[in-house]
């Protein structure tokens, strides 16, 4: 970074309390008040080059003191000490850090050329001009220092100058670029012989206040010249610089709601200068400004707008990418934000459906909404580990996919067994609710015989996976049947009972309880052969009704032999004999 070093006498300027003075053996004749510091100067040095202390002290005699009030000088005690110590001939440095308040104190003092020739105001502004709009580094510390001065900056040109010499440098070809700039991304140093990447100067100018850094990336837009995602991965850059950690609270209630403001108010910028153009930031990117919005209560434009672009992004997302916590957790543990998704993925439905399937080959629009359906079985089977997670948003997120979005259930079914071995205590209707969103026709041989096993699984699911199981096996071979469901449980009263006669009244009521306590719920995507499935279960408990009946009239004339048998229907152990014929079948 470039300086320019004016003067040549020692520093002889001491504080004394509040009072700056300099060893001299003149006395003092010119006091000067700025906010609290009182300044014991002279005339002699400093009238010949400031304008206006000529004109406040012009009806002063040469050997009077005169006391002046400089409370609005620009820049404060600070630059104007600087410019005192230029009239004293005392060394000073001016370089990109001190420039500004330096050059918009000279411009109120009026240290002109027209005053003295070689005044401080050209000498500042020969040194702007030649040395920091030339420099990278030192346009956009200047830049920054700007800040503390708006108006001034903008009257006197300083800003314009020096974004016009900033987007002039962004938009040199890389192979042009000869200056020193900040790059740390991994990996890059590592490099041998490299070239100077396409987004060089996106970290630098990431340093700037959010408003200097809008003016720079409109600019830069409106020339057409660098692309888009390059225009974004500077929106990235700036982000991952001021939004890092900001679900943290603050000390204080005041220090909190301060610091929600002025990231809301970056956020909010950031949104309103994303490229309209799809791909220019990634759809993870999207997601992580969509969630920190939630946290600092963006307006509804915004958050509507990012779940717009998020949602035009969505079949390019990973599960990682959805992956963040939720804040309305009132145990104080964060489980993850399913609402968020389930926004994203209606909206993304909505487009979906909009889109003419003559605009592109249909394969597109298929392609498309499987992706999506995979991603969010993915994610399902991530969030359903979480202990927070109610059924009803696991179910909601579910169903919110298309049928035509699932070729097959497998996905989905290993995301309800991880959610049934994470959640135990569910009630009998939660899990009629989580399986009832189950096709068990669409399930793979291998996970078909996983399921048929899977004790967690509600009865009526299993019958019907035995029923499928029982069709597919009769399909592929007829020289061994597997047993049908209502054989299964008729069937049972032909073998040897172990129990009297009222364990298997009590065994058949429960069979009852098990499946007339089962609604058929309807189901459009499924196929007929699920509807036989509900059907044949129904008329499974009808015979059973039947036969429980003939059993009462017969109790009193059943001989010798049959009392040494019972009726064994415990819905338990029929499920465990059909399973284990159920594996024997698909031997066969």
């Known amino acids: 970074m470039k300086f320019m070093k004016l003067g040549t006498k020692a520093d002889t300027f001491y504080t004394e309390q509040a009072t700056r003075t300099l060893i001299s053996e003149i006395a003092a004749d010119l006091v000067i008040q700025i906010n609290d510091i009182t300044y014991l100067l002279h005339k002699f040095p400093l009238l010949p080059k400031c304008g206006l202390l000529q004109r406040l002290c012009y009806d002063t005699s040469d050997s009077e003191s005169v006391s002046l009030e400089l409370h609005d000088i620009p820049g404060g005690e600070d630059a104007f000490e600087l410019c005192a110590k230029f009239c004293y001939g005392i060394a000073i440095n001016i370089s990109a850090h001190n420039f500004v308040p330096a050059l918009c104190a000279a411009k109120f003092l009026r240290m002109n050329d027209s005053i003295e020739k070689g005044n401080f105001v050209c000498k500042l502004e020969s040194f702007f001009n030649s040395c920091i709009l030339e420099g990278w580094k030192d346009s956009i510390a200047t830049l920054q220092t700007t800040a503390n001065l708006p108006e001034w900056s903008e009257n006197l040109g300083i800003v314009r100058k020096c974004i016009d010499s900033i987007i002039e440098k962004i938009l040199t070809p890389p192979p042009q670029v000869k200056w020193s700039y900040t790059y740390t991304r991994p990996g890059y140093t590592k490099k041998q012989h490299h070239s100077v990447p396409k987004d060089w100067w996106t970290e630098d100018v990431s340093d700037l206040d959010v408003d200097l850094f809008r003016c720079i990336i409109m600019a830069i837009r409106s020339t057409y010249v660098l692309p888009p995602q390059l225009i974004g991965e500077a929106l990235h850059v700036y982000a991952c610089r001021w939004l890092p950690g900001i679900t943290s609270s603050g000390s204080s209630a005041s220090q909190t709601e301060e610091s929600k403001e002025k990231n809301r108010k970056i956020l909010e910028t950031i949104v309103s200068m994303i490229p309209a153009d799809r791909g220019s930031v990634s759809v993870g990117f999207l997601f992580r400004l969509l969630s920190i919005s939630i946290h600092l209560g963006v307006s509804s434009v915004t958050k509507t707008e990012l779940i717009r672009r998020a949602s035009l992004q969505f079949e390019e997302a990973t599960v990682s990418d959805l992956l963040y916590p939720s804040t309305t957790s009132s145990s104080g543990q964060n489980y993850y934000d399913t609402e968020l ?248």
């Open 341 to 588: 998704v389930l926004a994203v993925l209606e909206t993304f439905l909505k487009l979906w459906k909009r889109m003419s399937p003559g605009a592109v080959d249909n394969s597109y629009f298929l392609r498309s909404i499987r992706n999506v359906g995979k991603l969010i079985d993915s994610y399902l089977q991530v969030v359903a580990r979480d202990e927070n997670l109610q059924v009803s948003k696991f179910v909601s997120l579910a169903e919110t996919v298309p049928s035509i979005a699932r070729e097959e259930h497998d996905d989905l079914y290993q995301a309800i067994n991880i959610y049934l071995k994470v959640h135990p205590d569910m009630s009998k209707a939660d899990k009629k609710r989580l399986c009832g969103i189950l096709d068990c026709q669409r399930l793979s041989p291998e996970v078909r015989a996983h399921a048929v096993k899977n004790e967690l699984l509600p009865l009526r699911t299993v019958v019907q996976l035995l029923y499928f199981e029982q069709d597919k096996g009769s399909k592929a071979t007829t020289s061994h049947k597997l047993p049908k469901p209502h054989e299964i449980l008729l069937g049972a009263k032909h073998r040897p009972a172990t129990r009297d006669h009222t364990q298997s009244k009590q065994s058949l009521s429960l069979a009852k309880e098990e499946f007339n306590g089962e609604e058929i719920r309807e189901n459009k995507t499924k196929i007929s052969d699920g509807k036989l499935a509900l059907d044949l279960e129904k008329k499974m408990v009808i015979r059973g009704d039947m036969e429980e009946t003939r059993s009462e009239k017969a109790r009193g004339v059943k001989d010798e032999s049959s009392s040494s048998y019972k009726v064994d229907l415990d819905p338990k152990r029929i499920i465990r004999r059909a399973r284990s014929k159920s594996e024997y079948g698909v031997k066969k």
